[in-house]
């Protein structure tokens, strides 16, 4: 994540981009009950063609949005066209070219996806939160 | 610039390929001597800071006090030793790259001129 100092946004855009509908489904109602304004997609395309027309506070990826591990590629360019932004990446259980790869794409933090998506959705917000108080994450 | 590692010919490298890119750069020989740097509070665009110097790891404190600043300076972290520990102790610090030596140097050097670049428009975007 870039080093700039956390300014957040007026309108709580959240980008989730999942290929699995039900896990899109799952998190759709947790992020608009906590005030965001969550914008689904379910492939790239859809993903970058949200990111034309909004401006992202909070963005969720899946590491592997096709079979390829695409997430990567695109939380380097939502890292590059929303620096501020808290980038949540729902990945394997991570090895340490994985831990590096979040790093070197900007990627805030990292999630299983062995975790139901409620439980890596209050961990999200939980962790948003604390970076947007000005805290950091444990 | 601040570039730290407990290494000699490794700072004289990179101060010298970082003042080309037109860096003012400060060096340091060890973590300790770096946080000493930051505390004086010379405000700096980027920190390189090598991992283990003068103890295991002792290049995440001072990235821990590089983060504290206000604006943080971009962080990237340079180690021979990376290690699950450590990698997933500067992703939470929210290190901004980390490179495993012998890292490419072009490919280094991208990387910074990336970040800081970002930085100054993220910078321009919020004021």
Redesign the interface.
Known sequence: ?????Y?PLKSKNALVVHSDLAILSALQPILSQRGFIPILARDLPTALLAMAQHRFELCILSMAITEKSDGWALAAVL??CF??AFVAMIAPEP??LM??T???T?????YLASDPPAVNAEAILRDYSRLAAGH??? | MLIVDDEPNVCFTLKLIFEQEGFEVTSAGSAAEGIEVLKARRKFDVVLTDLHMEKEDAGLELARR??EL??????IVLTGY???HN??A?????????A?KPMELPELLE?VRR?AG??T???S??S
């Open positions: 994540m870039p080093s700039v100092e300014i890292r590059m620096p501020h090895d340490l831990l590096q979040a790093i070197n900007g990627v805030t933090q990292l950091k994450l444990q | 590089a983060k206000s604006p943080p300076p971009v962080l990376a290690s699950m990698v997933r500067a992703l939470d610090l929210h290190v901004d790259h980390f495993v990387s970040l970002l930085r428009d993220a910078r975007a919020g």
